[in-house]
């Protein structure tokens, strides 16, 4: 069984950075909650990140994630997170740029045993979108 530590770099590293949402079920409670996931229908639990991931996808390509610190206290974790894509879709309402960004970020994670059960994000979409252009 992994470490939670090791199953938040997995959740980047398998999943956000390949598209592949087969192990989501394995990664997330049935009822996970993603605060930070943007507007959609998407049900809770594995679906949810699955549609997060869809979306991410949709508008991202040459996605890479590297987790920088993770600290940990009871069954939260909070790490600091650097994404690096390219613009190749609809990202926020924008149109494609095929520019390359850079964003930092912050998260923390509940989990519920070896699962993730909440997840919350503080991104720097600005900062994204005026490497995009999209802002001045």
């Known amino acids: 069984m992994p470490t939670r530590e090791q199953t938040i770099r997995g959740v980047y590293r398998d999943m956000f950075e390949t598209g592949d949402v087969s192990k989501a079920d394995l ?13 959609g229908p998407a049900a809770r639990g594995p679906q949810q990140l699955a549609a997060v ?19 940990s206290e009871g069954d939260r974790f909070a790490y600091r ?47 994204a979108l005026r490497q995009l252009g999209h802002l001045s």
Do not use: K
Request: proline share 5%.
């Open 27 to 39: 990664i997330v409670t049935a009822d996970f909650v993603d605060h930070a996931a943007p507007p």
């Open 53 to 71: 991931i869809g979306y991410l996808h949709g508008a991202l390509a040459d996605i890479g994630y590297t987790v920088e610190d993770l600290i």
């Open 81 to 127: 997170s650097t994404l690096s894509a390219t613009q190749v879709g609809t990202l926020f309402g924008f149109p494609p740029t095929g520019l390359r960004f850079t964003m930092q970020q912050l998260h923390m994670v509940r989990f519920d045993g070896d699962r993730i059960a909440e997840h919350w994000a503080c991104r720097d979409d600005f900062g």
